[in-house]
């Protein structure tokens, strides 16, 4: 077993390292540090993703190589983000911890420049900073770099992917010629070699785990559903996971606000996290995610850089990225640490080459998988809810003094309608939501003919049926359905927050693309046809009528859009997706102009 003094590490090094628990080298450590440690030897390359352990494996030899009587920068550590610059001069702080004037010193954009300055000043023997600031600092003539001997890029790929390449050319005209160069990258994309060429002497390259792959103990998943159904199909694989705690990767800013507020509103411990957020609120979303206060983060790649958490469960690709090696950032967040991590991609029919692109330079294949059904999630959530219940630490003497009154008021109910009711408690809105839940996965293979049959043509016999009530009840029209994302648990809302007066008992739903039906007790479809008509639904005003039985609605609602029904079946998602983004931009301006009159009554749209 090789250990930290048979790699060369000093006695303090090791104390400090001691410390923090390490007990033995990572594999990325066993092949850096000596070869740092070793004036003569030549540049490296290093291929390791973060929690590989690679701070440490150029931070030990950096620091040991620090002579501490001069107090000048001797190492300059660069880092693509603000987050980074702190984390890892926060570990070198740890690890310096017993090397008496050893200085290190984060200086970085979004921050007081003159703070910087006066600690630049005083002294500091390690620099560890963003790209831009330190540029600035050069030009301020207070950073010095004429007796650096060392400097390491970390993550180069995001560093060329962010576009800091002339910057990094910059700063390298500043530091002698005579220098150790070290680059690590999570990738290895042709940038990288090319500027190692141009920068290095003959690098050598340690390549820990293989090559441009995403970590090897992830699972690579894949759902297949059409472009409107993305957002459906996340919400139940958050449902189908009760302990999530993921990063939901989009590819805009738009998109990244836009299905975090869609999940706020949902009711999902949800938050955005991308660039047009203040660098302060960025920080509080990041740390209420670090803290496991949020458990779904919907991010930009950009914004997400600078987070460092180990134990997410999932990591879910809102589609696919374009470059392969965003994928594999994006998918090296989970399976840290000997875990087994899950990297989820939600995909539609025309991202599949996309997705054959990444498994090939991958090199793994990626299982297709069903979007979890109905059933199966209410299982999952029922079943972890008894788990809780098992587990639950009870206080006996606090809840004992309370017990005799609740059991006497409850001593009617027998075990089982007890245990019914705590279930219900937890899970009518979600029985309501999935009730009727269509299947969301796409069907590749299903023949055109029958398509064209799923949609409402004046001739098919179920028609008829569906707009007779059953007995008792009244048979109601709304004017939005499944393509417009109204479903049960929609309407079960709409009608919750609309009707007034008692419950309203709901019966039969049928949900067309273009409308639905749907039954109500006949003495509450007066009160529903005036709750729901005028309703906002996803800034669609509703329109709700006792259905008649002669009228063809199917036909009614494709001419009203000008479409074929079978438009809605699932194969022109661009458009629906324009359709849906009209909507939700309508919304999002109603909201606006409604902020801008503060206190005017708010009415029915
Ligand atoms: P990094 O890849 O530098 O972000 O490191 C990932 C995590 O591994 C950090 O929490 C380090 O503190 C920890 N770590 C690094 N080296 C070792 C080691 N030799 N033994 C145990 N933990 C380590």
Redesign the pocket.
Known sequence: MTT?EDLGVSEPLRRA?AE???????P??EKVIPHLLDDASSDVVAL??????????F?LPVIQRIDTSLNKPQALILAPTRELCL??GS?LA?FSKYIPDLRVLPVYGGSSIESQIRSLRAGTQIIVATPGRLIDLINRGVADLSNVHTVVLDEADEMLNMGFLDSIDEILAHVPEERKMLFFSATMPDEIARISKKYMKQPVEFVIGRKNEGTQNVRHIYYMVNARDKYLALKRIADNSPNIYAIVFCRTRRDTQEIADKLIADGYNADALHGDLSQQQRDIVMKKFRDQVTSLLVATDVAARGL?V?DLTHVINYGLPDDTAVYTHRSGRTG??GKTGVSISIIHSREKGKLREIEKKIGRTFERKEVPTPEHIIEKQLYNLADRLERVKVDDDEIGKYLPGVKRKLEWLSEEDLLKRILSLEFNRLLAYYRDAPRIDFIDEKPRKDKKERGERPSDPREKDRRTAEKGMARLYVNAGKADGFYAGNLIELLNHNVNGKRVDVGRIDLMPGYSLFDVAEGDARRVVEGLTGADFMGKRLHCEIADRDKDYAKASTRRKGKNSADYAGEYEPEMETVRDFFLNRQRSKAAAAARRPGRPKKKS
């Open positions: 930290f390292i923090l628990g390490f007990e033995q080298p990572m990325v450590q390791a993703q973060t929690g590989t352990g690679k701070t440490a494996a931070g984390q890892i570990d740890d460092d180990d840290r640490a």
